[in-house]
């Protein structure tokens, strides 16, 4: 049972360019999450989806997009990439929990640099 | 701003011990409890939560309660085995009355380790 996986790991990148991070769950889950991680401000929801083909904001969305084509993916797209978005991302899985975001599972991060 | 503090770590236990991991928390609102854990090698995983004051949050033997008197959430356990071993993280959830952002305030996580 692999969980939730995260692709890549680690990458860097120069300001401007574009990248993907790929999430993928194997347990049926209705709920995806990506947030990021920088040092003293917890983890902060970007985006989130609550079903197959729909994505809502979370607290910070700008600057990057999101897809949700099949129930198991959850893409997390920077068209541009800039310095502010150095951080650990982290994507997390869950069944509905009475209409909360309550991340369940989570992945095992991606360390990503913006030079 | 919301921050939780955990007790730190490491915390090392006999198997069959009785264990406290101390949370306390501060915030504004209405914030939801968690408990996560992290097994070596893998991701945080949703260990238990509580929703409002006086809730109790359970599963796999792990009990915590939301003491919103004492504005903690305290981690038990009443016989720690040697799979039990991880590192442990306390988090509130930034939920105002109306909304929930779904953003997660985490402690700094206690690392327990069980000896047979």
């Known amino acids: 049972n692999a969980g939730v996986t995260q692709t890549p790991k680690f990458r860097v990148l120069k300001t401007g360019q574009s990248m993907t991070l790929l999430c993928a769950q194997d347990?049926?889950?209705?709920?995806m999450y990506w947030y990021r991680q920088d040092p003293g401000m917890g983890l902060r929801l970007i985006h989130y989806?609550?079903?197959?083909?729909?994505?809502a904001k979370g607290e910070v969305p700008d600057g990057y997009n999101v897809s949700r084509l099949k129930k198991q993916n959850f893409l997390l797209g920077l068209e541009s990439a800039a310095p502010s978005q150095t951080s650990v991302y982290f994507c997390?899985?869950?069944?509905?929990?009475?209409?909360?975001?309550?991340?369940?599972?989570f992945g095992a991060g991606t360390r990503l640099s913006v030079l | 701003g919301d921050s939780v503090t955990q007790m730190e770590g490491p915390v090392t236990l006999s198997e069959e011990a009785f264990l406290t991991i101390n949370c306390t928390y501060t915030?504004?609102?209405?914030?939801?409890l968690f408990w996560y854990v992290q097994y070596p090698g893998e991701g945080l995983q949703l260990l238990l939560k509580?929703?409002?004051?006086?809730d109790k949050g359970s599963n796999k033997g792990f009990e915590a309660t939301y003491r919103k008197e004492t504005t903690s959430f305290h981690l038990e356990k009443g016989s720690v085995q040697v799979s039990d071993s991880a590192v442990y993280f306390c988090?509130?959830?930034?939920?105002?009355?109306?909304?929930?952002?779904?953003?997660?305030?985490f402690g700094q996580g206690t690392t327990l380790q069980v000896k047979p």
């Open positions: 997390a899985s869950s069944y509905q929990d009475l209409g909360q975001l309550v991340p369940r599972y």
């Open positions: 347990m049926n889950h209705e709920y």
């Open positions: 989806s609550v079903g197959e083909g729909t994505t």
């Open positions: 915030a504004t609102g209405y914030p939801s």
């Open positions: 509580a929703t409002k004051a006086d």
């Open positions: 988090a509130l959830s930034d939920r105002t009355y109306s909304s929930n952002t779904g953003k997660l305030i």
